[in-house]
């Protein structure tokens, strides 16, 4: 069993600061990538950051230069630093692991239950 475990969510004013925690526990295989996500109502599940095999990394246009992604590889947490919040970074955010099992090399992807950020105008 594998669990996601997100934390550091909360409402902060335009141009604030927030840092994202996701824990992974469990059955841990290979992480193949850990990363986030938000979506806000009425809208699909929308890529933020990614970073693979801890070490590459992407990011979504809008949040280049201003969201930072890294991971702990001893505690299999990633974060998501994220300033110089936006009204429009409001949304939930969700962060994801894919694990690549060894014996079949089959990938599973895992979601934590969300967090809300909220940034205010």
């Known amino acids: 069993q594998v669990q996601l475990v997100e934390s550091g969510g909360g409402l902060v004013q335009a141009g604030g600061s927030l840092r994202l925690s996701c824990a992974a526990s469990?059955?841990?295989?290979?992480?193949?990538?850990m990363g986030w996500y938000r979506q806000t109502p009425g809208n699909q599940r929308d890529f933020v950051a990614i970073?693979?095999?801890?070490?590459?990394?992407e990011y979504e246009d809008s949040v280049k230069g201003r969201f930072t992604i890294s991971q702990d590889s001893v505690t299999n947490t990633v974060y998501l630093e994220m300033s110089s919040l936006k009204p429009e970074d409001t949304a939930v955010y969700y962060c994801?692991?894919?694990?690549?099992?060894?014996?079949?090399?089959?990938?599973?992807?895992?979601w934590g239950q969300g967090t809300q950020v909220t940034v205010s105008s």
């Open positions: 994801n692991m894919a694990l690549k099992r060894f014996s079949d090399e089959a990938y599973y992807y895992y």
């Open positions: 970073i693979i095999r801890g070490e590459d990394i």
């Open positions: 469990g059955t841990i295989f290979e992480i193949s990538s």
